[in-house]
């Protein structure tokens, strides 16, 4: 016999839907500009002398290409992988942790902004490789891969990525692997479905980069970015590669939107890492708590107050709690905190030495417990 529907618990799942709706609505999520243009139609004419940086970034998408030519790329899922090489400038009124877009009816002034000045695209694995260690030769052989959250458009990705850099005082070769997110607050479930799809490509994109000049390839993953890497790197370690042949450097893991126990699966079958993973967490980031509401009231790694219990896993757990953010949900500190996202950078900076390692992520726990 079927069990009965009772009445009261149909109110309470429809009265819970539309409370998930409503917050998602108000959420400004992980970025969400929406223009999502990453080119101007006309921009100010600019002296190098100007602006405050130039940034090559190199991309590697599970996205596929816009038919709105300013966008480049847009929300929907390719079945490959596609590439691309953005060069971004920053204005010289950038001030660390910020990212000063461009609002709609504004001029694309490189001296107020952060503007591409030029978008080189790939059509096979091979220029783009070709392209790659060219700069990864004259960079000294480190590569940043960053893999952004939900909510996330290609420029938002972009010019994250370069503010990180920027501000971080990064040496080597940015790379973004920017995954098929919808850019809309609403649209979690299709990016939880479009993450998943892109864990294979982003295997494919961290080998090819095992098989360039690089010596050494950190990774920076954000929000539900991070569960794209997790899986990632557990594929990695199932095939006997967890760690790209030695190349790899600094993993680290800033607000993941992971289920604990589906990070503790993921850590188990990964193994102990033999330098660990980088968490940065904070028990005040009110995304999380969404998409722990979403997922049944389930705690998120990002914001589990258990650092112990995680740390056991062979991961350096750094509260960030007490750190100021500039975003209003608090799930951005790592990079909109000024001396965060400089903390973060020295120690990506390090080069190979764990007691150095050890000693700047001790400097980046004592900033979070000031």
Known sequence: MWPRWNCSESVNVRLK??????????????????AQEILGSVVVPTQATEIAGNHSIFIATT????????????????????????????????????????????????????????????????????????????????????????????????????????????????????????????????????????????????????????????????????????ETLRQLAITGDRDLSGKLGDVVLASPDIDVDVFKSQMRRYGKPDKPFILLLSDDDRALRLSGLIAGSRPRVGDYRDAADLASYGVTVVDLSKIKGA???????????????????????EDDGFASDRDVTDRIRQLAAQ
């Open 63 to 230: 996205r596929k290409r816009s038919d709105d030519p300013n966008k480049v790329f847009d929300g929907e899922r390719s079945a490959t992988l596609n590439y691309a090489r953005v060069n971004v400038t920053v204005p010289p009124v950038h001030q660390t942790g910020q990212i000063e877009r461009r609002s709609r009816g504004k001029s694309n002034d490189p001296t107020k902004y952060f503007m591409a000045s030029e978008v080189v695209g790939y059509d096979t694995q091979p220029k783009f490789v070709n392209a790659l260690n060219a700069d990864i030769d004259a960079r000294g052989g480190r590569v940043m891969v960053f893999v952004h959250g939900y909510n996330t458009g290609f420029d938002d990705a972009v010019y994250r990525l370069t503010q990180i850099v920027h501000d971080s005082g990064y040496p080597g070769t940015p790379v973004l692997f920017s995954w098929a997110s919808g850019a809309k607050t609403t649209d979690y479930v299709y990016d939880k479905e479009s993450a998943a799809a892109a864990r294979d490509q982003l295997e494919v994109t961290l080998r090819m980069l095992a098989q360039t000049g690089a010596r050494r390839i950190d990774i920076v993953a954000h929000s539900m970015g991070t569960w794209v890497t997790m």
């Open 327 to 349: 975003d209003s949900f608090n799930h951005t500190k790592f990079a909109d905190n000024p001396m965060m996202v400089q903390m973060i950078g020295q120690r990506l900076r």
């Open 17 to 34: 839907t539309i409370l998930i709706i409503a917050l998602a609505l108000l959420t400004a999520g992980c970025a969400g500009h929406p």
